[in-house]
Nanobody, 126 residues
Framework: QVKFVESGGGSVQAGGSLRLSCSASGYTGDCMGWFRQAPGKEREGVAVIWTGGDGTPWYGNSVKGRFKISKDNAEHTVILQMNSLKPEDTAIYYC????????????????????WGRGTQVTVSS
């Protein structure tokens, strides 16, 4: 059974930084990353990384240049470094993963991912 431990959420002022961490147990898959959901909005892909290969990352257009995703395969952990945060980044951030090798090819489709964390709140004030 796959279990996630998510950490690093919190409150910050616009322009600040936060670092999210997702550690997985019982998981040896290929694709892992973060989605987010703001009140009244659809869940959207933030950043995903190919944990089973060379670490190729994918980013949502709204976070490119501000967020960076990285992996530590030895610890089955994915890190999301979020810089230059904006109020519109406010959301619940969910760790997601899938063991199928092709999952990352559809990285921003939430329905591809079989495993989800409980989420961590990120609040950015103006």
């Amino acid at each position: 059974q796959v279990k996630f431990v998510e950490s690093g959420g919190g409150s910050v002022q616009a322009g600040g930084s936060l670092r999210l961490s997702c550690s997985a147990s019982g998981y040896t898959g290929d694709c892992m990353g973060w989605f987010r959901q703001a009140p009244g909005k659809e869940r959207e892909g933030v950043a995903v990384i190919w944990t089973g290969g060379d670490g190729t990352p994918w980013y949502g257009n709204s976070v490119k240049g501000r967020f960076k995703i990285s992996k530590d395969n030895a610890e089955h952990t994915v890190i999301l470094q979020m810089n230059s945060l904006k109020p519109e980044d406010t959301a619940i951030y969910y760790c997601a993963a899938d063991t199928r090798w092709w999952a990352c090819s559809q990285w921003d489709d939430q329905y591809v991912y079989a495993h989800w964390g409980r989420g961590t709140q990120v609040t950015v004030s103006s």
